[in-house]
């Protein structure tokens, strides 16, 4: 029997984070994704981008497994939260918000198995949201994280802290606000959930 390969113990520093901000350097690494906009709370597209997301995500990992005789556990969600104008960025305005949800892919997963696993999984599911599905590469470089535990709605200070810490080491923001939900947030409670939140940086 294989044993299963944890990406999230291989990637130890992208995937652990302590409550105070911390350097990381995130090198270039392959997701699906997909994009949206909108509150994630009220958003039927964002629940169908989750969707589409996790079932190609499966997809792929028992066509590995079958395959190559590889087995692997399906990395967490991601997302990237953006607007337009990113110093006017508020965890109130959520409304406003643009979004990518992004799962990472291991090395032996291309876009054209992607491409294979994504149309069969269509054909299966009828999902709509599969159509707007992507293989991508994502490079943030610099950036600096923490653990944020408890609610999505309170994550505001943490941020504000991860900022003051970037500026205080000589960095500005430069990417988007990056989030890894560690916690199912459809089976956790909310004071209990875990999640890395990941700001990218440049030097000022």
């Excluded at 995130?26 to 509150?39: A, S």
């Excluded at 159509?131 to 490079?139: D, G, I, M, P, W």
């Excluded at 504000?160 to 459809?186: N, V």
């Amino acid at each position: 029997m294989t044993d299963k390969i944890d990406y999230k113990k291989n990637l130890n520093p992208l995937y652990t984070a302590s409550k105070d901000p911390t350097f990381v350097e995130v090198p270039n690494l392959n997701f699906l994704m997909i994009d949206g906009q909108g509150d994630p709370n009220v958003s039927p597209e964002y629940k169908e981008a989750v969707s589409a997301l996790y079932s190609l995500a499966y997809a792929l990992k028992f066509h590995i497994k079958k395959s190559l005789g590889i087995d692997y556990g399906v990395m967490p969600l991601e997302g990237l939260w953006w607007v337009e104008d990113m110093s006017t960025f508020s965890i109130e305005a959520k409304g406003l918000w643009q979004w990518t949800m992004m799962i990472l892919q291991p090395e032996w997963i291309g876009a054209d198995i992607a491409a294979r696993l994504q149309e069969e999984t269509y054909h299966k599911k009828k999902l709509q949201a599969l159509k707007k599905v992507r293989f991508e590469s994502y490079t943030e470089g610099t950036a600096f994280q923490l653990m944020h535990n408890g609610p999505f709605a309170e994550e505001g200070p943490n941020m504000a802290r991860m900022h003051a810490y970037a500026h205080e080491k000589g960095f500005q923001p430069a990417g988007k606000h990056h989030e890894i939900y560690l916690s199912d947030y459809t089976r956790t409670a909310p004071e209990k959930l875990k999640t890395i939140l990941r700001q990218p940086v440049m030097k000022i």
